[in-house]
């Protein structure tokens, strides 16, 4: 009975839908300036998916620990051997902190009161735990960590902080999962990082890397000078933009936005071979990680969305590289810290074009007025309204 209803309702939504006729916005102004709806994002999106937490390659040995964040929760990643665990930082005898670094090597000590625990989370020892303590069962049963579940994919790694969460194969279609995989054989162990905190809310980023005509536009001085970007996006099933209805798994996606132009290779071109085709590539795995290859998989940026409120996003980046042809022949930081800086002016202009936009936002009665071109993201954003209930 209950799914009768369901198939009931879903086709007189999807009716109702092709009434309505094209969409003029892609969310209404209220979806980016909001704390209610920050709120539903935090607990049915942040709280619910798989979420990119960090690369293997900052755990380089067994008993490295770093800490993330995923909105204000801070997120302790553990090696042990080749076992990857995640749990909240905070000590379960006072809320402590357990580690304020960002980063260490060595066993989990809390600073407090030095109750210690092993990399699973579980209780490694309170000290005087006779004379002082004297915990019962109950309480014992709660000394240990919060944990959460962690996925290692390749050298990519995703945590989700839901109890029971669902298949990371229903968030990432098969093609995805198997292009992180491949392509990790092939990674360097080297990266460069770097971090920002920038006034947008995290979805106009989104659906700006989702935007398939800005690029010779806002970045006609800098990355359209190497890439031709035409008017490219994705085609969806005429069904499927009719209704406006994608799964979860539709909403990331793995393609390839632009075509290199011919006086302009990269400073790579002669040194590492390409992973993939000629060209640029991206990666857009909702709802918070953005990978791009602008040079056929020589090198990689990777940048990592993390609310903070409705006007604010830390976002996280990464530069990651194939391995050269000859590792011996190549300087690998200065190839790294090459990239950052050209990496910083092409994610500037998109940024500030996002705060622009923003501000606008707390102030304009305008909604958007969108043209046919962006259906892919309407699409993603009546998905992300279903997640959240709104």
Same mark, same amino acid.
Request: charged letters at 25%.
């Given at each position: 009975?209950?799914?009768?209803?369901?198939?009931?309702?879903?086709?007189?939504?999807?009716?109702?839908?092709?009434?309505?006729?094209?969409?003029?916005?892609?969310?209404?102004?209220?979806?980016?300036?909001?704390?209610?709806?920050?709120?539903?994002?935090? +607990?049915? /999106?942040?709280?619910?998916?798989? %979420?990119?937490?960090? @690369? $293997?390659? =900052?755990?380089?040995?067994?008993?490295?620990?770093?800490?993330?964040?995923?909105?204000?929760?801070?997120?302790?990643?553990?090696?042990?051997?080749?076992?990857?665990?995640?749990?909240?930082?905070?000590?379960?005898?006072?809320?402590?902190?357990?580690?304020?670094?960002?980063?260490?090597?060595?066993?989990?000590?809390?600073?407090?009161?030095?109750?210690?625990?092993?990399?699973?989370?579980?209780?490694?020892?309170?000290?005087?735990?006779?004379?002082?303590?004297?915990?019962?069962?109950?309480?014992?049963?709660?000394?240990?960590?919060?944990?959460?579940?962690?996925?290692?994919?390749?050298?990519?790694?995703?945590?989700?902080?839901?109890?029971?969460?669902?298949?990371?194969?229903?968030?990432?279609?098969? +093609?995805? /999962?198997?292009?992180?995989?491949? %392509?990790?054989?092939? @990674? $360097?162990? =080297?990266?460069?990082?770097?971090?920002?905190?920038?006034?947008?809310?995290?979805?106009?980023?989104?659906?700006?890397?989702?935007?398939?005509?800005?690029?010779?536009?806002?970045?006609?001085?800098?990355?359209?000078?190497?890439?031709?970007?035409?008017?490219?996006?994705?085609?969806?099933?005429?069904?499927?933009?009719?209704?406006?209805?994608?799964?979860?798994?539709?909403?990331?996606?793995?393609?390839?936005?632009?075509?290199?132009?011919?006086?302009?290779?990269?400073?790579?071109?002669?040194?590492?071979?390409?992973?993939?085709?000629?060209?640029?590539?991206?990666?857009?795995?909702?709802?918070?990680?953005?990978?791009?290859?602008?040079?056929?998989?020589?090198?990689?940026?990777?940048?990592?969305?993390?609310?903070?409120?409705?006007?604010?996003?830390?976002?996280?980046?990464?530069?990651?590289?194939?391995?050269?042809?000859?590792?011996?022949?190549?300087?690998?930081?200065?190839?790294?810290?090459?990239?950052?800086?050209?990496?910083?002016?092409?994610?500037?202009?998109?940024?500030?074009?996002?705060?622009?936009?923003?501000?606008?936002?707390?102030?304009?009665?305008?909604?958007?007025?969108?043209?046919?071109?962006?259906?892919?993201?309407?699409?993603?954003?009546?998905?992300?309204?279903?997640?959240?209930?709104?």
């Amino acid at each position: 009975m209950n799914k009768v209803l369901s198939l009931i309702r879903s086709a007189v939504n999807s009716i109702r839908l092709l009434l309505d006729g094209p969409r003029e916005s892609i969310l209404p102004r209220k979806f980016y300036i909001d704390d209610s709806i920050f709120e539903l994002e935090k +607990k049915r /999106i942040f709280n619910k998916l798989w %979420l990119f937490i960090g @690369l $293997t390659n =900052e755990l380089p040995v067994s008993g490295c620990w770093i800490i993330k964040k995923v909105i204000h929760k801070e997120i302790l990643i553990i090696r042990d051997g080749d076992t990857y665990h995640a749990h909240e930082n905070v000590c379960p005898h006072k809320n402590m902190r357990l580690r304020s670094e960002k980063s260490g090597k060595g066993p989990l000590v809390c600073r407090y009161h030095a109750w210690s625990f092993k990399p699973d989370g579980s209780l490694a020892k309170i000290p005087d735990f006779d004379k002082s303590y004297m915990l019962t069962d109950r309480q014992l049963e709660r000394a240990c960590l919060t944990s959460f579940h962690i996925k290692k994919i390749g050298n990519f790694l995703f945590v989700c902080m839901d109890p029971k969460p669902i298949s990371i194969e229903t968030q990432f279609d098969a +093609k995805i /999962i198997r292009s992180l995989k491949l %392509l990790s054989h092939r @990674l $360097t162990p =080297e990266f460069g990082c770097f971090f920002e905190t920038r006034g947008f809310n995290w979805k106009l980023n989104f659906e700006n890397l989702r935007d398939a005509l800005h690029p010779a536009v806002l970045h006609a001085s800098t990355l359209a000078k190497e890439v031709d970007f035409s008017a490219q996006y994705v085609q969806l099933k005429p069904l499927q933009q009719a209704l406006r209805r994608l799964d979860l798994v539709e909403a990331s996606s793995l393609s390839k936005d632009g075509e290199h132009k011919t006086e302009k290779r990269g400073h790579l071109i002669n040194l590492i071979d390409p992973s993939f085709g000629e060209g640029y590539y991206n990666w857009l795995l909702f709802p918070n990680f953005h990978m791009a290859t602008p040079d056929g998989g020589r090198s990689y940026s990777i940048e990592v969305h993390n609310p903070l409120s409705p006007s604010q996003t830390e976002v996280s980046h990464f530069v990651i590289f194939s391995k050269p042809n000859n590792l011996d022949d190549v300087f690998l930081d200065e190839i790294v810290e090459h990239r950052l800086r050209g990496l910083r002016p092409v994610m500037g202009e998109d940024y500030e074009a996002c705060e622009e936009i923003q501000v606008a936002l707390q102030h304009t009665n305008r909604e958007q007025n969108i043209g046919a071109y962006e259906h892919y993201n309407i699409n993603i954003a009546t998905m992300y309204r279903r997640l959240i209930g709104r």
